[in-house]
Nanobody, 117 residues
């Protein structure tokens, strides 16, 4: 099993920056890709960024150019650098890991990001 713990959320003004971290533990060798998702109140979950085991990244247009996903395999940690934050970025942010074996996916507990206008 893989356990994921997010940190780094908080309250920031519009235009500000935050860096989220996601510490992984357990059967780290079973992790393939990792990613960040978010869910705002009353809205569907939204993909924010993904990164493969080879380091390839992917972003939706809504965050492209503002957010950067990275992973430090030595520290078993996933990051999300968020710049030029907007009020519409307000959400609970979750990290996940795609696993080679059952249960095939693991989620963190989420961290709240609030951007004030």
């Amino acid at each position: 099993q893989v356990q994921l713990v997010e940190s780094g959320g908080g309250l920031v003004q519009s235009g500000g920056s935050l860096r989220l971290s996601c510490a992984a533990s357990g059967t780290i060798f079973s992790i393939n890709g990792m990613g960040w998702y978010r869910q705002a109140p009353g809205k569907q979950p939204e993909l924010v960024a993904t990164i493969t085991s080879g380091g390839a990244t992917n972003y939706p247009d809504s965050v492209k150019g503002r957010f950067t996903i990275s992973r430090d395999n030595g520290k078993n940690t996933l990051y999300l650098q968020m710049n030029s934050l907007k009020p519409e970025d307000t959400a609970v942010y979750y990290c996940n890991a795609v696993l080679k074996n059952w249960p095939f996916i693991s989620w963190g507990q989420g961290t709240q990001v609030t951007v004030s206008s």
